[in-house]
């Protein structure tokens, strides 16, 4: 199985940042796991592209309930 080569994020178009897209394999580490993907996030992933784009980092952190005043902590 390859990872899929899609290097944009489904919701906002900017690069997803995916390392397995970017290697072709997924002996690389990502930083998807080592965040949680927020559930509201993968909800609005149209259904083609469910399960075949990974979402950026800044969407998939995205939490509708943190909106207001989180300073991303990098
Ligand atoms: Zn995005």
Do not use: I, Y
Not at 27 to 47: G, N
Not at 61 to 68: I, K, L, T
């Amino acid at each position: 199985m390859q990872p899929f080569a899609r290097h944009t994020c489904p919701l906002c178009g900017q690069p997803n940042g995916c390392a397995p897209a970017a290697a072709g394999s997924f002996e690389v580490d990502c930083w998807c796991r080592q965040v949680s993907v927020s559930p509201q996030a993968l909800a609005q992933v149209p259904e083609a592209l469910k399960g075949k784009a990974c979402l950026c980092r800044a969407c998939a952190v995205a939490d509708v309930s943190a909106e207001q005043g989180s300073e991303p902590a990098e």
